[in-house]
Nanobody, 114 residues
């Protein structure tokens, strides 16, 4: 069955870095664009970053542009989100999502606090 398993979250101080991973199974990973979303406490889910199926195109929300980098390894069915210069406003549960698959994983918690 379809699975998206996010990992790599944790507690980090402002200015710190984290690398999130999303391992996919049960569908054709290389045929899907991938997105990262996040949901902060009490907020709606927010789109964060996009990468095309081949990795040739990326796009970012203004709030993370220049600090976050999305990438993928189609041979390993894995997408990544490198997050640098983290801010308290980045605190949220982060989710990956495949473009043509109606499935959400459990997410991974990122907490930025001193």
């Amino acid at each position: 069955q379809v699975q998206l398993v996010e990992s790599g979250g944790g507690l980090v101080q402002p200015g710190g870095s984290l690398r999130l991973s999303c391992v996919a199974s049960g569908f054709t990973f290389g045929g899907n664009h991938m997105n990262w979303y996040r949901r902060a406490p009490g907020e709606e889910r927010e789109w964060v970053a996009f990468i095309s199926s081949t990795g040739s195109t990326t796009n970012y929300a203004d709030s993370v542009k220049g600090r976050f980098t999305i990438s993928r390894d189609n041979a390993k069915n894995t997408a990544f989100l490198e997050m640098n210069n983290l801010k308290p406003d980045d605190t949220a549960v982060y989710y990956c999502k495949a473009s043509f698959v109606s499935y959400w994983g459990q997410g991974t918690q990122v907490t930025v606090s001193s």
